[in-house]
């Protein structure tokens, strides 16, 4: 069973520009959720679809904003890039069952950076 | 707003030795304390959760308890490899109200000395 694949893995961008990151989660799951990796501030949930709908999100301005489709696949898209958008970004992907444990696997991230 | 904090960034342990990771929670409310080892270049990967009515959970090598009166988890690693140097970061799932959220610690970074 293939993993989380996210492309690309790595992403170099200027300052101003928009990017559009991909997530295909594990056959099977119906629900991805993004997180932004820094050092600074770690690991910090962006948002979550399920069901091509978006359920939760974090704290995080407008310029983040994201869709599913209906094939479960997902893309973030981040608006005028700013250098603090530098970061991984990481999907993970999960069946999100009701009562359920519902593991999170993870994609090996996208490497984005912004000068 | 509610978080999960790590109390130490960095561990050094001697291979063989058992290692414990701590992690401090403040979301009462969450369903499952879920512990991830990240490696450089990869993804976190999950190793073990405990849900939050059970107050001790073993797996292969590890085992985490979870301790609610003071909210506090922790990992322990029995014999140490080198192969378990990495960073592991707590995380507490809320999954209430239709909300679906991890909330990751920041990270101890375990440095296994051979």
């Known amino acids: 069973k293939a993993g989380v694949t996210q492309t690309p893995r790595y992403l170099i961008k200027t300052r101003g520009q928009q990017v559009t990151l991909s997530c295909s989660p594990i056959s099977g799951h119906r629900s991805v959720s993004w997180y932004q990796q820094t050092p600074g501030q770690g690991l910090q949930f962006l948002f979550e679809?399920?069901?091509?709908?978006?359920?939760n999100k974090g704290n995080f301005p407008g310029r983040f904003s994201g869709r599913q489709f209906s094939n479960s696949r997902s893309e973030m898209n981040v608006s005028t890039l700013e250098l603090g958008d530098s970061a991984l970004y990481l999907c993970?992907?999960?069946?999100?069952?009701?009562?359920?444990?519902?593991?999170?696997?993870f994609g090996p991230g996208t490497r984005l950076t912004v000068l | 707003g509610e978080s999960v904090g790590l109390h130490l960034p960095t561990l050094s342990v001697q291979e063989g030795d058992n290692s414990i990771i701590n992690c401090a929670y403040s979301?009462?409310?969450?369903?499952?304390f879920i512990w991830y080892k990240q490696e450089s270049g990869k993804g976190p990967q999950f190793i073990i959760d405990i849900r939050s009515n059970m107050d001790k959970r073993q797996g292969q090598r590890v085992t985490v308890l979870l301790n609610k009166t003071v909210k506090h988890l922790s990992l322990q690693i029995a014999a140490t490899q080198p192969g378990d140097s990495a960073v592991y970061f707590c995380a507490d799932l809320y999954s209430g109200a239709g909300s679906y959220q991890l909330t990751f610690g920041k990270g101890t970074k375990l440095s296994v000395i051979p």
């Open positions: 679809y399920f069901s091509e709908t978006q359920r």
């Open positions: 979301n009462s409310a969450s369903d499952y």
């Open positions: 993970a992907s999960s069946l999100r069952t009701s009562g359920g444990r519902n593991e999170q696997f």
